[in-house]
């Protein structure tokens, strides 16, 4: 019998989750049933893939950077990055923008819905807490995204996911340093990484067995902590939007692939699907670093000095998904509360949300802390900052889950792309769990 591929049984895994999260919110005992036995073994699956992301990162950026043997290669590759990043999160601000223009979904918000969702959420803890974080972020200076960046202590920063961009600088420093001191003094450190890689990405591989149980349970939590479903149909309209913006990114990407790659773009969407499906089932680009590396390095044939460099800066700056829904929620909460933009306005959310993107933490729910300091750019009324989230506080979580799989999808996409433009993007190299399991047993 042929073996079921991995996507189709994470597939199954999301189906049944959503499935039996239903069933349970029927049944009194039910969600505390979910809350307590099944939940947990969600979160123990992200804590995993969150565990080996900061290894996974320094062993196979310093084998990326290691294996260069030309620093000048090094910086086209970043350079390359940096640029194609900041050009798709323009792409998806505007595309954002120009449906949200289009479709109005704020006019459709009667007065009683404002007022129902503001009684609902405008105190919730989540709300308040996004306010505040984002007014920390604003009160930095225009440096201070280049000076979060450098760490004073490299085992602390591997020590918090939030520092990823530390860590990467940190890693890129070692790099760099080797290289400099010579392929024979530096052989000793170079194969210590080189195996700490290769052990990583096994880790992965044994992690990814659990997957379709795991996404199972992430989804039924997320069935039955869901919100109120009459809040849920007023936003339906809004909703719709950011979807279809997201779809019409990832059309985008397909593109971009079958145009410069000459790659199937159905080909790259099917290899990159258990890394979309964990995207949208821990609503982490950070979480699913390493399976995103996996299917960029393994399936699609991505060289390692390429994929050890994008991904991680992608999983922390790139966030198209995340951008596009921050253009599309300023101008629909602005309609909805009557405060009119204008075409400048509209410029400035395009600026503010590409510049928040790359500070932006990539974890769950850092885009409605993007999302308050690109309102406050645009001079949106500061007592009414509170009613705007909690606006779309409702639906904020299910759109999170959408907007990942796009940031995760854009990370492969450039990574492709960049590696096409140096010579290294090759044939796919697949390894499964078991391979030296013969050696052992």
């Given at each position: 019998?042929?073996?079921?591929?991995?996507?189709?049984?994470?597939?199954?895994?999301?189906?049944?989750?959503?499935?039996?999260?239903?069933?349970?919110?029927?049944?009194?005992?039910?969600?505390?049933?979910?809350?307590?036995?099944?939940?947990?073994?969600?979160?123990?699956?992200?804590?995993?893939?969150?565990?080996?992301?900061?290894?996974?990162?320094?062993?196979?950026?310093?084998?990326?950077?290691?294996?260069?043997?030309?620093?000048?290669?090094?910086?086209?590759?970043?350079?390359?990055?940096?640029?194609?990043?900041?050009?798709?999160?323009?792409?998806?601000?505007?595309?954002?923008?120009?449906?949200?223009?289009?479709?109005?979904?704020?006019?459709?918000?009667?007065?009683?819905?404002?007022?129902?969702?503001?009684?609902?959420?405008?105190?919730?803890?989540?709300?308040?807490?996004?306010?505040?974080?984002?007014?920390?972020?604003?009160d930095g200076g225009p440096l201070q995204f280049l000076e979060d960046m450098v760490p004073d202590n490299a085992i602390k920063a591997m020590s918090d996911n939030g520092l990823m961009l530390q860590v990467i600088f940190f890693t890129i420093f070692l790099g760099i340093s080797m290289l400099l001191i010579g392929e024979k003094r530096a052989k000793p450190l170079k194969d210590f990484f080189d195996s700490l890689n290769d052990v990583v990405l096994k880790m992965v591989d044994l992690i990814m067995l659990s997957a379709p149980y795991a996404v199972f349970a992430l989804l039924a939590g997320v069935v039955t902590s869901s919100s109120d479903p009459d809040l849920l149909l007023a936003l339906l309209k809004y909703a719709g939007v950011v979807v279809g913006g997201l779809f019409l990114m990832i059309v985008f990407y397909a593109i971009v692939v079958s145009v410069y790659t000459k790659k199937n773009p159905f080909w790259f969407l099917k290899e990159m699907s258990p890394a979309q499906l964990l995207a949208f089932s821990t609503s982490s680009s950070a979480a699913t670093l390493p399976v995103t590396m996996e299917r960029v390095e393994e399936h699609i044939g991505v060289d390692k000095e390429v994929s050890s460099f994008v991904l991680p800066v992608g999983a922390t700056i790139n966030m198209d998904g995340t951008s596009l829904y921050q253009g599309v929620a300023a101008v629909f909460i602005s309609q909805a509360l009557g405060f009119d933009l204008t075409f400048g306005d509209q410029l400035t959310i395009v600026l503010t949300a590409l510049l928040a993107s790359i500070g932006s933490a990539a974890v769950p729910g850092a885009g409605m802390v993007m999302l308050v300091i690109v309102l406050e750019s645009i001079g949106f009324p500061a007592d009414k900052l509170a009613i705007g989230l909690a606006l779309i506080f409702a639906v904020d979580r299910p759109l999170d889950m959408c907007r990942t799989i796009v940031n995760v999808t854009g990370d492969a996409m450039v990574s492709m792309v960049v590696a096409k433009s140096v010579g290294k993007l090759g044939k796919p190299n697949i390894k499964e769990w078991d391979d030296h399991l013969d050696e052992v047993i």
């Open positions: 019998m042929r073996k079921l591929e991995l996507h189709w049984k994470i597939l199954i895994g999301m189906v049944l989750g959503i499935v039996f999260g239903f069933v349970m919110t029927q049944i009194d005992w039910g969600k505390g049933f979910v809350s307590d036995w099944i939940q947990p073994l969600g979160t123990i699956f992200v804590k995993l893939l969150k565990l080996i992301a900061i290894p996974l990162i320094i062993a196979s950026l310093v084998k990326g950077i290691s294996d260069l043997k030309d620093i000048s290669k090094f910086r086209n590759i970043g350079l390359r990055t940096i640029g194609i990043y900041i050009l798709t999160t323009v792409v998806a601000i505007t595309i954002g923008l120009l449906l949200v223009n289009t479709l109005k979904p704020g006019n459709g918000i009667s007065e009683e819905t404002v007022a129902k969702l503001t009684q609902t959420y405008a105190t919730d803890s989540g709300v308040t807490s996004k306010i505040a974080e984002a007014t920390r972020q604003k």
